[in-house]
């Protein structure tokens, strides 16, 4: 009985029937209205209806799928257009815009379930014999283009989908490690791991929908990173099927034996191989876990504080600091409230404005998380209260940690609610030191906003501070707008690249966790040098010289830019705010 | 003026004048005469003087030089014998026994001290152009052969010694990193540091004679790596120069930008380029540093401590096991005692004995180190304490740790001093999983010992554990034993295979921090599967198509255990204890 995966929905995030929840906020529209001069609250914007999608008609490739059927069942080989359409893109921002528009310029010829790593091995042979690509494909969720179809060559194109090995195969507790596929979804890994009484720790935005395979394959960080690692800290020992053979490293801690292999592996993006299964590290599930709000005086004290935890070696699992626009967002996001509640916070707000002297306009919410033995859980909320407070900050209590636990992987529906009426809204995520941090911040949130503005509409640009780490922390940008009729993409493209723009002129990376996929290839050169992209296009022909795994990710062409969308001087494509 | 570049004696660990101090340890020679069956005290193989070591002539390469001098100063180029002597050879078993016999089979050509970037960019340049091969030096103090000139089509050769390229470039305090040039002896480069307030964290066995840019290339570890963790954890940003030009990376904490052109360049062992340049994370000097020893029932119990203190998250930055026969060792080192301090001596013993129930031919010693504020030292302190004990421990105060720090970085001395009296005398280190760390050290050891026993000496095999993970630990071997007049090197390699083979039976890798160089070939295929060798044959080929960086290292070639020195069947070359 073959396993039957799950898969989003064609048009967004989540499954069929699963959407955003705007009742119940009903501050949230009159938010949005405000801040982006949005009118409407209908739908103004909706996808095609699925009948209306336009997709290429499928390429055939008898000798490639004739091979296929030697070695693979029919119900592990999909090729209907259902099928085609779910794999044909991730959910980036031009995925989403595009598939609900009904525009699928490519779609997959083939799609195929893998139920083992020889079912891999062999599909990759019957590749390179018969010239077709392969992507491989884990939840879907990628939001940087790593999914698309992107062959100049026009060749047959196979989409892996590994969601059928999604086992953990053994746990061993003396060791804390565990041996896991990489294809199924964040909850069922957790699931399996759970009846052994451990965690992998890992919990990105995106967990729900997407895999360790994925997670792997673009250095995914989740949001308990400060603790449990970002995943190539994670990873212990993996096994990559590529066109050379199948890569296999050992279960050891550490090693110095000559160049990393295990580290090549990891954030290749599908453009040298398969991860067909991994070793990771995982703990014993926390005895406790508590969750906090506070509220800063400003972005600026809740950043010191966040520095010097690291300083004083306090460590939550997450500690995640919203600057004033995402903060009045969240204030947004409240729900109706009890008489005896509103009045409850009408004397909190009276206390934190009055008493701690808090500036609604400036201040800033950070959400803070402990996990551990309840020593230890409560001695290091006492260590970093004591921090927090010293920085003016007021402490909110457990409420705020019980929305944001409720709502955590809830964030990217919100974008389909948006782009539901004509709003384009999306995220640019980097790193920097310490000492970089709020110069960065200020210059890439000016950046953005000054690019908005340029296509005549109203900025909200919003940013967190999140992933902690002894030499810096990550930047979190989300920005949004009315989209300008007609010249949406256009308009995307010139924000998307303001940001990355400032990422780069400030010394930040082109991303901190969501991969470089299609849609940061302009930045590649800039961020890993010239000579860093010689070295990885020598791996990628040495090891795939037919160029069938992934092509056009992670490897910039001669003109990136124009690849992407923009060319020639695209400082003057829009001027309204000039 | 240009700096005077330190450099190790060409015969021997550390500089001139230096040597491994016998007066004040009565009970060191005595244990080695039992143990090994050695009979004379007397210096019976030394080596032979300067004027004997044989050398072939040094080639010439008139292009190439007069290239050099266009853009290098006369000082910076040396061609001298003691020059290309002291060049020639690392510090591996296999270095020291042929250099000590006069026998130098091939030494660079010419030996070039760049003092920036930008000259071994012009060195790089000119090597390209006019076929000469770059061998990167640093303290030359590595003991896996990554130093040899291995070129076989026979080219000319340059020693790039990186000794003058010694500065700390500059610190952030405020990010804790610090800029740091590779070339500079491990304790130039920590005064440096100093002199802000901050440490780097990293102290090898080699710290004395070794360098950054070393540490770097070969994976190192140093011995508080529980805490400051392997050199790879701490590089935030680096600069190699290549033959495909310099590779660059940003400096931020984590970041996903595809695969990460950092990991290529760490370990790469010279084959790719020279590390120019590297940002490092620094910590703040610790204000407190206490070091104790403790002495186990057995090596079972004091491993089990040892996990047991990952799993609650108790980090000394040092806690290294020695098992048995390695306690008797630094037992064997201990001075001569004044009556009262022998009769407080028997006191202990006896306690130890009587009261704890230790067996002194069982017992094993761990030394254990703390740092950081005084009340987190304490606290840890306390916390180790407790679990040791629960296992059996004695503490032994911090008198054992006081004599650990004294002769931290001593050990490398030894083995001249055996080597003078025909004893063979090496370490083979590599990782394993807690839950295989016990079974893998028995059979290990166990191989050591009957290949030593089949070449008809008696074995000392000993072995410690170090570096400890989440995961599992390091385990470190020691062995030696008398040399077979005639085949010295041939019962070196049939010992040192059967400690490797075992190393792979296991599970585990070819080293855990002393790289692959030479001495490691025969293993690199099993270690990292024959498709992650062609994933570094293909770095290699696409970033040095000519080969011109350090010819013959990490990639084993088609017959690895012949060029390494044994072919055919080996396992009949000894059959002594067989």
């Known amino acids: ?88 893109f991730g959910k980036s921002y031009r995925d989403l815009w595009r598939v609900r528009r009904g525009e699928v310029e490519r779609a997959p010829d083939l799609i195929i379930y893998p139920e083992s790593e ?34 100049k060559s026009g060749r047959y194109i196979v989409s892996l989908d590994m969601g059928r090995m999604d086992r953990v195969l053994s746990v061993d507790k003396d ?56 995943i190539e800290d994670m990873v212990v020992a993996l096994r990559m099927v590529t066109p050379a053979g199948t890569i296999i490293t050992r279960t050891v801690p550490k090693c110095s034996n000559g160049i ?32 906090y709000g506070y509220l800063f005086p400003d972005f600026e004290s809740g950043a010191a504080a966040l520095k010097e935890c690291t300083r004083l070696n306090i460590w939550p699992v997450i500690a995640r600091l919203n600057d004033p626009k995402k903060t009045a967002l969240s204030f947004a996001f409240k729900g109706t409230k009890t008489p005896f509640k509103a009045l409850l916070t009408q004397v909190v707000k009276w206390w934190i404005h009055h008493v701690k002297g808090i500036d609604f306009t400036k201040c800033c919410m950070m959400i803070v998380a402990f996990e551990g033995d ?23 209590g457990t409420e705020p940690g019980r929305g944001f636990e409720k709502a955590k992987f809830d964030f990217p529906h919100l974008r389909d609610f948006v782009m ?23 210059d890439t949130k000016r950046s953005i906003e000054q690019a908005i503005t340029d296509t005549g509409s109203l900025p909200w640009v919003g940013c967190h501070i999140s992933h902690n780490y002894h030499t810096g922390a990550s930047l979190y940008f989300t920005f949004g707008c009315r989209q300008c009729p007609g010249r949406e993409m256009e308009q995307y493209l010139y924000v998307k690249k303001a940001a990355e723009d400032a990422f780069m002129r400030n010394g930040g990376t082109l991303s901190h966790h969501h991969a470089v996929g299609t849609e940061h290839l302009p ?31 992670i490897i910039p062409s001669d003109q990136p830019l124009a690849d992407w969308g923009l060319s020639g001087d695209s400082s003057k494509l829009f001027s309204a705010g000039k």
């Open 1 to 88: 009985m073959p396993i039957e995966v799950p898969h989003m929905k064609w048009w967004g995030w989540g499954v069929e029937g699963s959407s955003f929840e705007i009742s119940g906020k009903p501050g949230l529209f009159p938010y949005l209205k405000r801040e982006l001069g949005v009118t409407d609250e209908q739908v103004t914007t909706p996808p095609v209806p699925l009948a209306d999608v336009r997709m290429p008609e499928r390429k055939l490739n008898g000798p490639f799928e004739a091979a296929l059927e030697k070695v693979l069942r029919a119900d592990q080989i999909r090729n209907d257009r259902h099928e085609r359409l779910i794999h044909a």
């Open 118 to 151: 020889q079912d891999v091995v062999a599909v990759m042979a019957a590749a390179l014999e018969h010239s077709a690509v392969i992507i491989p494909f884990g939840g879907g969720s990628n939001i940087a283009g790593c999914l698309e179809p992107r062959d």
């Open 175 to 230: 060791s804390l490690i565990a041996r896991i596929q990489p294809g199924g979804w964040g909850m069922r890994m957790e699931n399996q791991l759970r009846e052994h009484d451990v965690t992998l720790g890992h919990f990105p935005d995106s967990f729900l929908y997407s895999t360790l395979g994925g997670w792997i394959a673009t250095r995914s960080a989740g949001m308990q990173s400060d603790v449990y690692g970002k």
């Open 260 to 291: 990393d292999v295990k580290q090549l592996c990891i954030g290749s993006e599908g453009i040298l191989g398969v991860i067909t299964e991994a070793t990771m590290r995982v703990h014993p599930l926390p005895e406790s876990r508590k969750i």
């Open 374 to 396: 309840s020593a230890t859980v409560e001695r290091t909320r006492l260590l970093a209260d004591g921090v927090y407070c010293k920085h003016g900050a007021a402490g909110l």
């Open 420 to 442: 539901d009426r004509n709003i384009m809204a999306d995220v640019s995520e980097t790193a920097t030191t310490w000492a970089n941090l709020l110069p960065f911040y200020r």
């Open 523 to 553: 930045w590649v050169e800039a961020d890993i040098s010239p000579a860093g992209v010689r070295a990885v296009r020598a791996l990628k022909d040495g090891i795939d010289p037919k160029n069938i795994m992934n092509p056009g990710k």
